[in-house]
């Protein structure tokens, strides 16, 4: 009953001779939120971008829903990764919206190209999650007129149009301004109390506070200690993880001075 969404075992991953990820284990349960949290380069994006096949692991297990992803660093075959991508939704810091789509057909090109769902259908499902996170009324707009905060719900939106299993966020508000973090932020709340499963890449330490169960911490490709967000923000055990708390609290602290 509570199999893992996502496991991953003993996951390396090197880059042209370059070690970026050593022997990570790590597992997600149904419902659970995991924010990954480390300094630039410790190897996050690496991470989530291995989760659903956009970056080849050639160390290690993944599963996904307790399907094989990746068995001893060899991936599926095309057809059957294609089908296990689409239970991994994925939102980049950087939306990746397709420009010369509305917001609308942004949303029902997956489910109509991928998984053949009549238009009618579609627009249905992409006009409630529309809804869902507070746009109903850009369905028409075109990304480039939209704020950077507006682009991230739509992006959210497009990916929950899947019907993922599990949602991957990597650093969704590190590109905003600061005032567009908190509706994104909002949105991501609101689907963690629903139940959805996500893995967090984020800085925004208020966020991994109030909805993470597990917080991850990295630092040069491993992780270096996890647990809840009381225990690593409280009372780390890792001098690596309190000297990068101290950062990012010094950063947080200077931004909101300027
Ligand atoms: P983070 O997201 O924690 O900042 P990344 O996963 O992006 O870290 O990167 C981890 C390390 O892997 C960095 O040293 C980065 O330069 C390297 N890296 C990431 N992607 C590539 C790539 N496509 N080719 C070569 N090196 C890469
Ligand atoms: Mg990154």
Redesign the pocket.
Known sequence: MNQPIIKLSGLGKS??GNR?LHSIDLEVLPSQVIVVI?P???????LLRCCNGLEVAEEGSIEICARKLLTNGNMLPDHDLNHLREQVGMVFQSFNLFPHLSVLENITVGPRKIQGMDKQGAEELARALLSKVGLSHKADSMPATLSGGQKQRVAIARALAMKPKVMLFDEPTSALDPELVGEVLQVMKALANEGMTMMV?THEMGFAREVADIVVV?DHGRIVESGPPDKIFVNPREERTRSFLQAVLTRNAQSSAA
């Open positions: 880059f042209s970026i480390g630039s380069g410790s190897g996050k994006s690496t890449v990295m």
